[in-house]
C-alpha cells in the first residue's frame, strides 16, 4: 500500500522520476517514481493498481475536473476513508470475545476524504479483476453497507468466517514450530538494538500478557511486492504463560489517501486508533498498538492463525463475483460510521449513471492497463 522505501533502497531499484505516457482517451498522467520490484513481481494490472496507492489518487486528484459519476458533488461528502480499498483487501479478523469479524485486512492508509474516492478504487480494482462484474450491484451492496441493512454471507464468505473461528488465535502451526519462527529467504536476524526497543514494546502494552511473558523468537523480514513492498516488518514469538502469541511489527510511512486528504493526516497513535474504531469496533484484539522503532513508526498487530484474508484466485467467477458484492457491503458499512448525512449520501449514489460510472471507470482501467503494459515490457 505504499508507494516505496527511501528507508530499504538497497533492495530497491527505482525507475526515472518521468512521467510515462498513459495513452487514455481524456485522464491525464501524473510524474511518479515506480519502484522496479515492484512492478517486476505484479502478475497483471489489478495487482500492478494494489501495488500503488498513492499513484491512484494522483490521477483521481490530477482528474477529477473531468470524472463524471464521482463528481463534484459526491467527492464534497467525506468521512473516514479505509485509503486502500481494492476486491480482495478484506478478510476475518478475530476479535477478543472468539468471534470472527469480515472487515477490511489493512488500515495503513485510513484517513479523512472523499469517501466516494475509496468507492470509486474498489470499482476500478474489481473491474480489473473480473471484466464482466456488475457495477450496479457493486452499488446496490454499498448502499446496503451504507443503511446497515442484513446482507447474508455468499457461502465462500460464511465458510471463511467459520475456519476464522475455529483456527482463533492460536499461532499458525505452519508458521511457527518448535518455538520457533518459520525462517524462509526474505528473513534476517534482528539486531540488539531492535530487540531492545521490541521488547519495551511488547513490556508496554495494554494486553492480556502474563507477567512473566518471555520474548521466544524474532525476525525481520519484508515483502517484496504490493502496496507495503520493501517496507521492514518483525515477527515477534511470545511466551503468554502456556500459549503462544505471534505479533508483526510493520512499518509505516505517510498514507496513500495524502493527494486527497481532506484533513491533516494525524499521527500513527491517533489514526490507528480512529481506523480500528471505525472498522473494527470495541471488540477489537487488545494486541494492536503502534511503536518506534529507531524512529520508524511501526503498527503492531497480532497474527493470529485465525485472521484469514480473501483470494480471490482460490474461488470461481461466480463465487468472486458474490464475495466481491460483500466486500462493497462491507465498505457502506464503515463509511456509514463517519459521512455525516448517509441519507443524502446514499441517494447521490442511488443517482449515478451508469453510463457515467462506466466512462469513469473505463478511462482509470485502461490507464492502468496500458501502464502495466508498458512498465512490463
Known sequence: MKLFNILTASAIVLLSFTAVPAKSADFRDVQYAFDEEKTKVAEDSFHFLRSYVDYFYLLVNENKADLKAINYKLSSVTGSCVGDAHAENFGALIQKNGTSLFT????????????????????????LY???????????????????????????????????????????????????IVRDSLMTEVNADDGRQILSVVNKLNSDLAASFKILDLVSTRKVGGGSGGL????????????????????????????????TIPNLPERLKKAIATEQGSLASQFYASA???????????RFAGNIGISLKDYTVDENAKIIYFEAYTLGLIHSHSVADVIAYKKMIKDISKEDLDSDVQQMTQIFDKKFDLLKK
Open 292 to 302: 518506534q522503532i529507531n524512529e520508524r513508526s511501526m503498527l503492531v498487530r497480532p
Open 130 to 180: 473480473e471484466k464482466n462484474i456488475d457495477m450496479d450491484q457493486i452499488l446496490t451492496s454499498y448502499v446496503s453497507g451504507l443503511k446497515n441493512e442484513t446482507f447474508t454471507p455468499p457461502d465462500s464468505i460464511q465458510k471463511l468466517l467459520n475456519k476464522s473461528e475455529k483456527k482463533g488465535a492460536e499461532t499458525s502451526a505452519q508458521k511457527i514450530q518448535a518455538n520457533r
Open 104 to 127: 477490511m485486512n489493512d488500515m495503513d492508509d485510513f484517513g479523512s476524504c472523499p469517501v466516494v474516492f475509496d468507492l470509486f478504487r474498489f470499482v476500478v480494482s474489481s473491474k
Open 232 to 263: 521492514l516488518r518483525f515477527e515477534v514469538l511470545i511466551a503468554d504463560g502456556n500459549k503462544l502469541v505471534q505479533l508483526e511489527f510493520k512499518e509505516e510511512i505517510k498514507p496513500s489517501i495524502y493527494p486527497v486528504a481532506t484533513e
